[in-house]
């Protein structure tokens, strides 16, 4: 019995863990529908546009525009990987560079790119330095459809064909009655070793 259930747990971690782990990959995920990423991709930490872009955020003024407008900054900076000034772990950042196609020419310029709240990507041009006016220009020149998006609710979740088996007619146009609950299965017999 004990070999059964490991063979089967070794079986369930090799099967269901490359899945689990794909789904994980997108740092961005999170950010879905809620807030817009501001992902900055830097040669090193020592780029003038990223530091300029940190010594702005760490005005008030600055800060409050930046949350009121409900962006995230996602920093990679050589292989290292940040949100918000928090590190991401090495597998995060690489799904990071990997999702927006960066290549070893795009690292020897900083490259800026805004994502809304619809995963939509809209590169940032900025010559020399990015100033934090041209960031809230371009959330706010973003489409009106893109701003009206907000974070489904549970209720939002349920998919198509529920929605769909809820609402069945039966077959003279009437909706349909519920199903009866199914009778419950008598217990497993115990298995001979």
């Known amino acids: 019995m004990l070999v059964r259930s490991l063979t089967f747990a070794t079986l369930l971690a090799i099967v269901a863990g490359p899945a689990l782990a794909a789904d994980s990959d997108d740092p961005l995920g999170q ?6 990423a501001l992902v900055v991709l830097a040669p090193s930490t020592a780029d003038p ?11 008030p003024a600055t800060k409050a525009a930046f949350q ?3 962006l995230v900054l996602y920093s990679v900076a050589g292989m290292m990987g ?11 950042t690489m799904a990071l560079i990997r999702q927006f196609k960066f290549s070893a020419r795009d690292t020897v310029v900083t490259q800026v790119v805004l ?10 041009e900025h010559p020399g330095t990015l100033e934090p006016k041209a960031i809230f220009d371009a959330v706010d020149q973003l489409p009106a ?16 064909a529920t929605k ?8 003279d146009g009437k909706t349909a009655k519920p199903a009866k609950p199914a009778k ?3 217990p497993p017999k115990p298995l001979e070793d």
């Open 49 to 59: 546009t990223l530091r300029a872009l940190n010594a702005a955020l760490e005005d």
């Open 164 to 171: 769909a088996k809820e609402a069945k007619p039966g077959k």
């Open 184 to 186: 419950p299965l008598p």
């Open 115 to 124: 994502v809304g709240k619809d995963g939509e990507q809209h590169r940032i």
């Open 82 to 92: 940040k949100r918000d000034g928090k590190d991401l772990d090495q597998q995060a």
């Open 31 to 36: 950010d879905l529908y809620k807030a817009r």
């Open 68 to 70: 009121e407008r409900k």
């Open 145 to 160: 459809a893109e701003k009206a998006i907000v974070p489904p609710t549970v209720a939002d979740l349920k998919t198509d």
